[in-house]
């Protein structure tokens, strides 16, 4: 028992020896602490590919405030920031009176990114005539143009844009003013009346109408709908040899069958009803007259090269309501 209580007691004084070292050594070290402390702070040492660029004392909020940077940028219509190098943090000390550098770390990393903008251009012929800065200005523009009912609203569209120069955006009004285009109105014989052309198709089937084809076989067809270098083509041109009959293309009564002053030469319009009606022009030869009823299919003339033509053809087009539509949203849609 002795002998243990002596160990016991040759251990207390080994460390009470111990801690009056460590304490000597303590004493000074805390010392040395305060004085750095009185002239000296913690801090952060912001590099960017070894470069220095300042000191940060909250190096976490630097940097989600760069990520928030990179994400959307501080301009309108960013579409992101691409940054190729992050800054690289380094704890160190630094004396007190030196000023946090925050902002001047913030543009010198803004300066070395490069800024993608977002937005849209509307196009025409697939030439960008126009930019907004949303695809619903895009769509309400169009849109309008759709309502106004603008001949070129088929060959209008918008694609979205990205670019490292944020474009001159337009107003809608701007937009609308600048693009649209007023349908052509065609003057024919006060027989055959006047006309509108219509860009986008309609069912006919809502009028009680379906069409066939006024003619078979023994055909070409050799000029379409739409524009070309004369004008705006009002109908479709189907070549076959002088004198090859010609049909109705549906059932109605005949309004006009004669010769017109206006370039179809002879000429047949016949009424289906609920405004839809149909033409057949450059006729060598007419079967029918005004006020008679034809059925669809019936014979009502023959194929010829009468008023302006360069050839034998038959011109045939298709109205509703004063507009004209391309025949072959109807027939010979496949030629």
Request: glycine content about 10%.
């Amino acid at each position: 028992m002795f002998k243990i209580l002596t160990s016991i007691k040759k251990i207390f004084v080994h460390l009470r020896s111990s801690l009056k070292f460590v304490l000597i050594l303590l004493i000074p070290a805390l010392a040395i602490i305060g004085i750095i402390s009185a002239f000296y702070k913690p801090t952060y040492s912001v590099t960017i590919d070894g470069e220095f660029i300042g000191y940060t004392d909250d190096k976490n909020g630097l940097q989600q405030t760069i990520n928030e940077y990179i994400e959307s940028g501080d301009a309108q219509n960013v579409a992101f920031i691409d940054i190729q190098t992050l800054p690289e943090y380094s704890l160190c000390f630094v004396k007190r009176e030196q000023v946090e550098d925050t902002n001047q770390i913030l543009e010198k990393i803004k300066a070395s990114g490069t800024t993608y903008y977002e937005y849209y251009a509307i196009v025409e012929e697939d030439e960008e005539k126009y930019y907004v800065s949303t695809k619903e200005e895009a769509e309400a523009a169009i849109n309008q143009l759709k309502e106004k009912d603008s001949n070129n609203i088929d060959d209008i569209s918008y694609t979205q844009k990205y670019g490292t120069e944020l474009v001159a955006f337009s107003d809608q009004d701007t937009i609308v003013a600048g693009l649209y285009e007023k349908k052509p109105v065609y003057y024919s014989s006060g027989s055959t009346g006047s006309y509108t052309v219509a860009s986008a198709k309609i069912d006919l089937a809502q009028y009680g109408v379906t069409l066939v084809q006024p003619i078979t076989s023994g055909y070409t067809i050799t000029s379409r709908f739409g524009t070309r270098r004369s004008g705006n083509h009002s109908g479709l041109d189907i070549a076959a040899p002088t004198g090859t009959v010609y049909r109705a293309a549906a059932g109605g009564t005949v309004t006009f069958a004669g010769w017109s002053t206006t370039g179809y030469g002879y000429c047949i319009k016949i009424s289906h009803g609920n405004g839809v009606e149909t033409l057949y022009a450059h006729s060598s030869q007419l079967y029918v007259s005004v006020g008679q009823t034809v059925a669809q299919g019936e014979a009502i003339g023959a194929v010829g090269s009468t008023g302006w033509s360069t050839g034998p053809h038959l011109h045939f087009e298709v109205r509703v309501n004063g507009a004209v539509y391309n025949p072959q949203y109807y027939l010979y849609s496949g030629q």
